[in-house]
């Protein structure tokens, strides 16, 4: 699952629209969850939804998060609310402004996909994204992400696997202060 629905209020525009080579940041998240042979992906659109589509009319499978204003929690339980309706076992996300998060590190947390996985790409003694949910865990991740606060509290709150993938990406994301 993708989650590019922001306005990129600090960047100046929406993220899902930046340039990144000859393709934009959206278009360059898909197809790295693509090329880590993740089943099916779902992108999470929300501020200019319309124009994120005709921008980049090869994307997956989209969403529009009607709330998107309220943050990355409403994106996160949208895209989860649609996932519930199929056979999904986990969801791996991945945030729309971090291009340096590799095919590879999703495939590596990937490889730990259960109902019941917990798991984060780690960055050094940091943690970070990609993130692998499983969905047992789905609901309880719902309800407590609000805000701009997405799984943090709740992967806090259990035992998540840390997987290192420091050595193959960089989950700096491109937002300008």
Avoid: F
């Avoid at 693509?34 to 009319?57: K, Q």
């Avoid at 409403?74 to 519930?84: E, I, K, N």
């Amino acid at each position: 699952m993708l989650l590019a629905a922001g306005a990129g209020r600090r960047y100046g525009m929406p993220k899902a629209l930046v340039r990144h080579g000859d393709r934009r940041l959206v278009q360059h998240a898909a197809g790295v969850l693509r090329a880590a042979g993740c089943d099916r992906v779902l992108v999470v659109l929300g501020a200019a939804a319309d124009e994120v589509r005709a921008a980049a009319p090869d994307l997956p499978s989209t969403v529009v998060n009607p709330d998107w204003e309220s943050g990355m929690g409403s994106s996160l339980r949208t895209g989860l609310r649609v996932l519930a309706e199929t056979d999904a076992t986990a969801a791996v996300v991945l945030l729309v402004d971090m291009p340096g998060v590799s095919a590879e590190a999703v495939r590596r947390v990937l490889a730990h996909a259960s109902p019941s996985a917990l798991v984060q790409g780690g960055y050094g003694a940091r943690r970070g994204h990609p993130v692998l949910l499983g969905r047992d865990h789905w609901a309880g991740v719902s309800a407590s992400a609000v805000g701009d606060r997405g799984a943090r509290d709740y992967l806090r709150a259990h035992d998540v696997l840390v997987v290192p993938v420091g050595d193959v990406a960089d989950d700096t994301d491109i937002d300008v202060e």
